[in-house]
């Protein structure tokens, strides 16, 4: 890393509704796939940090849950309470809405956010647009609900696109020394990392067949030199989620394994091997003390 003395470095959050691709906004901008993504609702639940270190800057994005306005569990409360309490301690904030869709649910994650950070307005999807000149009107619609420090339209799987939000963002950090080390992708633990992984390949295989009342728990992760031994639980609310994930002579758990062993490997380097049990307990998502044990905040 060059010793300049005009480095940087600041917080970013990445807010808004479920679905507009906050999680795959922020594995672009990083460089490697930490938080998870699907198109099912409420795939993110935690704050994941993402660490990206340039020449001069160093930008610590905060990928927080869509907050959720249509079911009032506990577990969405908690998820709730992720968004608000990441937004009252960034530098900055990226707030994501798709290309052409600007709906109530957007306009109540809008009145969260704060009015002293600077708010930059991310329309994700760009290249699902064909006529681009339906943006003009579009932006200047969404423009009128808030005063907005910048418009980004934009793809998140195009590098151009990243690469010019890097740059469009840097001047919003603060000057200073990088908090992490310029090889740091995330804060969070490989144990945290291989329960989100278990939970994307659960979601990916069971698409709407399997409400959000499902979550992955690590019961033992174990590394001996390059091999990390996993034992995962998949909690879900009823015998017939089980069934689901098992599949037709357990078919569909062992692809769920599979895919969520490769993609371990891939992301640290090294073997895996991986058990995973399931376990019905109804009622967990709404449940203030078990959302703790199960590592919701």
């Not at 470095?9 to 490697?32: D, E, W």
Request: proline share 3%; hydrophobic share 40%.
């Amino acid at each position: 890393m060059n010793d300049k003395t005009d480095f940087r470095c600041g917080t970013v959050a990445i807010v808004g509704r479920p679905n507009v691709g906050k999680s795959t906004l922020l594995n672009a901008l990083v460089g490697q796939k930490i938080s998870i993504t699907s198109r099912k609702a409420q795939t993110t639940r935690h704050r994941i940090t993402g660490i990206c270190t340039t020449d001069d800057a160093q930008y610590i994005f905060v990928d927080t849950p869509g907050f959720q306005t249509r079911h009032a569990s506990a577990l969405n409360r908690s998820l709730n309470r992720a968004v608000t309490s990441t937004l009252s301690s960034v530098d900055v904030v990226l707030f994501v809405i798709e290309a052409g869709n600007f709906g109530p649910d957007d306009e109540k994650v809008m009145k969260l956010l704060p009015d002293n950070v600077p708010v930059l307005l991310i329309v994700n999807k760009l290249d699902r647009i064909n006529d681009k000149a339906e943006m003009l009107p579009f932006l200047k619609r969404v423009g009128e609900a808030r005063d907005f420090r910048e418009f980004v339209p934009l793809s998140a799987k195009r590098a151009d696109d990243i690469k010019r939000l890097l740059g469009v963002l840097r001047p919003y950090l603060l000057e200073g020394e990088p908090i992490y080390g310029e090889d740091d992708l995330t804060d969070r633990s490989e144990r945290f990392l291989a329960a989100e992984i278990l939970r994307e390949k659960v979601f990916r295989w069971t698409g709407d067949e399997l409400p959000y009342t499902s979550t992955v728990i690590i019961d033992k992760f174990e590394q001996e030199g390059n091999l990390r031994r996993v034992f995962a639980t998949i909690l879900v609310d009823r015998d017939s989620h089980k069934a689901m994930i098992i599949g037709n002579k357990g078919a569909k758990l062992k692809q769920i394994s599979t895919d969520a062993r490769v993609d371990m490997e891939k992301l640290f380097d090294g073997r895996v091997y991986l058990e995973v049990w399931i376990k019905v307990k109804g009622g967990w998502a709404d449940n203030e003390a078990g959302l703790r044990a199960y590592g919701y905040e």
